[in-house]
């Protein structure tokens, strides 16, 4: 029988589903707050891989922009490309003269990519990307990174800082259990508890990597 992996098939298709998980209460509540934009700040997402940093960057600015042509996306994976992509990001203030939406949202994946001297440098554009003017509309940045020690302090305390943490093996079980109900109907998929617990807590709680097993389990 052929499966599409649950980890594509169940992925969440924003962040008000029932299919992300939050790690605590308060990052939920901060990025709800970005959501139903209350916050025009600048966020940080820090964590280690699996946790959702990506996927909350790949939600969120839809989530709140979502007019065209109104969200940049980077990624500083090497020493020319985060050249050229961080010159792009300067060069965006002036872009914001000429947009028609309420604000510019850049999103960085891995942000720490930019060296010492870029990350410094960037402590001067936050405070001005925010400023709301006749002529300019703000720039929000959001980003992520594995390592918060790699970002300096000065560029933290212009960003709203979310640490992300892995999700328990209980909320990794109960997410099994209603992507088991839905499949159960068509495929007669079925696993028990213990089953369910073993590969909570050898998927290192993350949810991407559990749904993987999951699907390598029942399929």
């Not at 980890?7 to 901060?30: G, H, M």
């Not at 440098?121 to 020690?149: G, R």
């Not at 300096?152 to 979310?162: C, N, W, Y």
Request: glycine residues 4%; hydrophobic residues 45%; aromatic residues 8%.
């Amino acid at each position: 029988m052929y499966f599409t992996d649950f980890d594509v098939k169940y992925a969440p298709s924003d962040l008000l589903s029932e299919q992300f998980l939050w790690c605590n209460p308060t990052v939920e509540r901060i990025i709800k707050g970005f959501i139903n934009r209350r916050r025009l700040s600048h966020l940080l997402l820090v964590g280690p891989p699996g946790v959702g940093k990506s996927t909350i960057l790949n939600l969120l600015p839809e989530m709140i922009c979502p007019q065209p042509n109104t969200i940049h996306r980077f990624d500083a994976v090497s020493t020319t490309t985060a050249g050229d992509n961080f010159k792009k990001i300067v060069d965006l203030r002036k872009m914001a003269a000429f947009s028609q939406a309420d604000r510019l949202i850049v999103v960085v994946n891995e942000i720490d990519d930019f060296k010492d001297a870029r990350l410094n440098f960037l402590k001067n554009l936050l405070d001005k990307f925010l400023k709301n003017t006749a002529t300019l509309v703000p720039v929000q940045l959001m980003a992520s990174t594995n390592h918060l020690s790699a970002i300096p302090q000065a560029v933290q305390e212009r960003m709203t800082v979310v640490e992300l943490t892995r999700p328990a093996a209980e909320q990794l079980m109960d997410l099994g259990q209603r992507v088991v109900a839905l499949e159960s109907g068509s495929s007669g998929t079925t696993i028990t508890d213990e089953e369910m617990r073993n590969l909570a807590l050898y998927a290192w709680c993350s949810p991407r990597v559990f749904l993987k097993r999951l699907t390598d389990h029942v399929a």
